[in-house]
């Protein structure tokens, strides 16, 4: 098991499998909410234990896609957790448990700021992925 929670801990989830993608998104959005690095968690491995209506969401407005859900007490940023998706993005920092998963891209490279210096040697892309 997999456990997750907010930095106050009124916010707390499991993952019965280690995500199988993980991405660092560069763009301002994710670079303000505090969730850059996000991990892909398929949704019949996901659930929220605690806390389920402390979690506030910030809707996407295009050309965003991802609606943004953070703990109300703490302001930590989870990721798109009441997706009603397949998979959805999780974010990597909520994360307690040590897994076995790097980071695979990063994505929106023309937005991050000159002070980052992308320290990994995975693939880089300009806006969203593609092959
Ligand atoms: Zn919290
Ligand atoms: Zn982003």
Known sequence: MINGSCGC?????????VPKMMGTCHCSRCRKVGASTLTFVK?????ITKGRDQI?????????KYDRSFCSVCGSALGEVFST???FPLSA???????DLKNKFHEFVAE??????I?????????HPHE
């Not at 801990?9 to 499998?17: C, D, R, Y």
């Not at 920092?93 to 897994?99: E, P, Q, S």
Request: contains cysteine; proline residues 6%; glycine residues 4%.
């Open 112 to 117: 991050k700021p000159s002070w980052l210096e």
């Open 43 to 47: 949704s019949d491995t996901f659930q």
């Open 93 to 99: 920092n909520c994360i307690d448990t040590d897994m």
């Open 119 to 127: 320290g990994d040697s995975a693939k880089q892309f300009a806006e």
């Open 9 to 17: 801990g009124a916010v707390q989830f499991e993952l019965t499998k």
């Open 56 to 64: 506030s969401t910030f809707k996407a407005v295009p050309p965003y």
């Open 85 to 87: 998706e397949d998979t």
